[in-house]
């Protein structure tokens, strides 16, 4: 079965620090994707990637960065977390938008 | 760029009872429609994907929708709710003229069966 696997379930941090969310994929697809969802705003489009060192700012970039050096792993990057990023971070991946995306478990972030 | 309209934050039924979940799109271009489901605390499954084939969609657990074009519409129905139906349920739909064909979603409807 094909599987998006993030790292951690849940996480908290300080506000200030850096924080790596981990993305990793084992079905070879292309394109991958961060989102964050929030109650009362469904799921917002943080950044995506259609190849490896390629990325796109979705509708909410500001205050993140990405990586991606394989394929396989796409990296969220909080540069200085902030309490308005306490979230739920999505990352799904896909072949084609035809198929739809397949994602992770998400990971639960509080910054405090 | 298109857009996904869910009518419904909450939706509530009984055991047994029919379920209706509203979808509304915004273009005219027949797109790639979608119906998601998320459990609490996990991410979003795939129930069902229309792909300009068949206007009625089957999909997991007894869900199917509906493709009406005169509507811009893709409804999610399932003729009897059980309380393992109780999530989340989020419509997508393919974005041509924005994001080189990906999916965006409606802000969801979070569906609770009542016993």
């Known amino acids: 079965d094909v599987k998006v696997t993030q790292s951690s379930r849940y996480l908290v941090k300080r506000t200030g620090e850096k924080v790596f969310l981990e993305c990793v994929q084992d079905?070879?697809?292309?394109?991958m994707f961060w989102y964050r969802q929030d109650p009362g705003l469904g799921l917002r489009l943080i950044y995506f990637?259609?190849?490896?060192?390629?990325?796109e700012k979705g509708d909410i970039p500001e205050g993140y960065s990405v990586s991606r050096e394989k394929k396989e792993r796409f990296s969220l990057i909080l540069e200085s977390a902030s309490t308005n990023q306490t979230s739920m971070y999505l990352c799904?991946?896909?072949?084609?938008?035809?198929?739809?995306?397949?994602f992770g478990s998400g990971t639960r972030l509080t910054v405090v | 760029a298109q857009s996904v309209t869910q009518l419904g934050s909450h939706v509530s039924v009984s055991e047994g009872a029919l379920v209706l979940l509203r979808c509304n799109y915004s273009s005219s271009v027949p797109p790639y429609l979608f119906w998601y489901v998320q459990y609490p605390n996990q991410g979003l499954q795939l129930l069902l994907k229309y792909t300009s084939a068949a206007t009625l969609v089957k999909g997991i657990n007894g869900f199917e929708a509906e493709f009406k074009k005169s509507e811009t519409s893709f409804h999610l129905t399932k003729p009897s709710a059980h309380m393992s139906d109780a999530a989340e349920y989020f419509c997508a739909v393919t974005d041509y003229g924005g994001s080189q064909g990906n999916l965006i979603f409606g802000k969801g409807t979070k569906l609770s069966v009542k016993p």
């Open positions: 990637s259609y190849d490896v060192k390629m990325k």
């Open positions: 799904a991946s896909s072949l084609s938008f035809s198929r739809g995306y397949t």
């Open positions: 079905m070879d697809h292309e394109n």
